[in-house]
């Protein structure tokens, strides 16, 4: 199947920082990615979707201003988590889509707020 | 409102035996389907998929069977393994290039 990279795996930051995460598709082109947030034994649920060349949509309760996405090129998406706090630390995985219906994901980024 | 659910939060199986996982849907628009297999701090990985316009579809020792009467889907793992054990996830395509609607997720348990 399709090979979507998602760097970091794990990552732990200072309270008030910024945390950039970033979600690759290396072997198709993606028009539409998508960014999950999971929390311990729970499904995912959706934060936001972006389309490669303008802005992401947000679901709703979540904070654009807090969870910057950039969708700059059809292979990468970026997730910042800004001035970020300890209630952030989440597991945060990213999805991408390309021509067809099927959805390949990436290994999930560990972010822990300290 | 509408969703995508399980019928059973967690499954123990006997290495051999074969597994069946249930979803529930209620969106009768949908119109395709995935199974994905979570691992303990990985993200979800894609198992096997079908469209509306199937009702069995077979990967190797996976089977999804898609019952759009009732709007039920399976998935059945043959001769389950230890490497098995994990979290299994169905997703519903609700409108063409929409987000995944995730089911709540059943952990299978294989016994050695």
């Known amino acids: 199947g399709a090979v979507v990279s998602q760097h970091p795996s794990r990552v732990i930051c200072k309270s008030g920082t910024s945390v950039k995460i970033e979600c690759r598709s290396l072997?198709?082109?993606?028009?539409?990615m998508f960014w999950y947030r999971q929390f311990p034994k729970k499904s995912l649920m959706l934060m936001a979707t972006?389309?490669?060349?303008?802005?992401?949509?947000?679901e709703q309760g979540v904070e654009k201003d807090k969870f910057l996405i950039n969708h700059a090129s059809l292979t990468l998406s970026t997730l910042t988590v800004t001035s970020a706090h300890p209630e952030d630390s989440s597991f945060y995985i990213c999805s991408a889509r390309g021509s067809a219906f099927e959805a390949f994901f990436g290994q999930g980024t560990r972010l822990t707020v300290v | 409102g509408e969703s995508v659910g399980l019928h059973l939060p967690t499954l123990s199986v006997q290495e051999g035996d074969n597994s069946i996982i249930n979803c529930a849907y209620s969106?009768?628009?949908?119109?395709?389907f995935i199974w994905y297999k979570q691992e303990s701090g990985k993200g979800p990985q894609f198992i096997i998929d079908i469209r509306s316009n199937m009702d069995k579809r077979q990967g190797q020792r996976v089977t999804v069977l898609l019952n759009k009467t009732v709007k039920h889907l399976s998935l059945q793992i043959a001769a389950t393994q230890p490497g098995d054990s994990a979290v299994y996830f169905c997703a519903e395509n609700r409108a063409g290039n929409t987000p995944l609607v995730f089911g709540k997720g059943t952990r299978l348990s294989v016994i050695a």
């Open positions: 072997d198709f082109q993606a028009t539409t």
């Open positions: 972006s389309n490669e060349g303008s802005k992401a949509t947000y």
């Open positions: 969106n009768s628009a949908s119109d395709y």
